[in-house]
């Protein structure tokens, strides 16, 4: 279950756009008004998304571990409340979200829960829903939010202020296109020091895709 939660905010935070690796320095806080100048930004470009289909390549540094875990496969979004997130490299491993249902599939079963009977999934559907809609992420009563700027970028940086959440994701760190508002790299931190980070690619936005898609027969 732990690794369902963790699986589910990773989804959460990666719902305004594309992200392609890439880190940048020197940085500096920006005012409360910019900050809100740059939410608004952000807001309107998340929220522009209809569909979303992508690769992805995921990165996890596990301080026990000396080398990082490398991960592989397709995301697939459509508004409102479509989602199917796979991985299919080193294994397999599906999570699909429609409407009020999560459905996981490994390569052994098959499960399934409702987001309305259980209030840890309830809280982080609705994050997602949000999020997707370009509102959640940036959303005070949720998140203590900080605001960065250089000349190419906006940082974000994200600290959770639900017990849950704040146990799975210590910090969150978003790095924005100042000329789109489109997320260009992301860093997530456990509470261990373990981190994860994703690149995606192919990225293909608002284009029509089957509902077939979301459904595990």
């Known amino acids: 279950m732990r690794f369902v939660l963790k699986l589910y905010l990773t989804i959460i935070i990666l719902f305004v756009s594309c992200l392609v690796s890439g880190q940048q320095t020197d940085y500096k806080v920006v005012s409360k008004l910019q900050s809100q100048v740059y939410t608004d930004n952000i807001t309107k470009a998340s929220g522009s998304m209809t569909t979303l289909q992508c690769s992805f390549t995921q990165k996890k540094i ?3 571990l000396s080398e990082s875990v490398i991960s592989k496969g397709k995301l697939l979004y459509k508004k409102e409340n479509k989602l199917c997130w796979e991985y299919s490299t080193p294994y397999l491993y599906i ?12 390569e052994k079963s098959t499960s399934q829960f409702d987001t309305k009977s259980n209030a840890v999934f309830k809280e ?7 999020s997707i809609n370009g509102v959640g992420l940036i959303d005070p009563r949720k998140f203590d939010v900080i605001f960065f700027e250089n000349s190419s970028f906006v940082k974000m940086e994200l600290t959770a202020k639900n017990k849950t959440l704040k146990s799975i994701m210590s910090n969150i760190i978003f790095y924005f296109d100042r000329s789109t508002y489109l997320v260009h790299n992301i860093e997530m931190v456990e509470p261990s020091g373990d981190s994860t980070s ?4 192919n990225t293909v936005l608002n284009q029509p895709i089957d509902d077939e898609k979301f459904i595990i027969h």
């Open 124 to 130: 982080i559907s609705l994050l997602l829903v949000n």
């Open 198 to 201: 994703i690149v995606f690619s």
């Open 62 to 64: 596990i301080s026990v």
């Open 95 to 106: 999570f699909i979200l429609n409407g009020d249902k999560v459905f996981i599939r490994n």
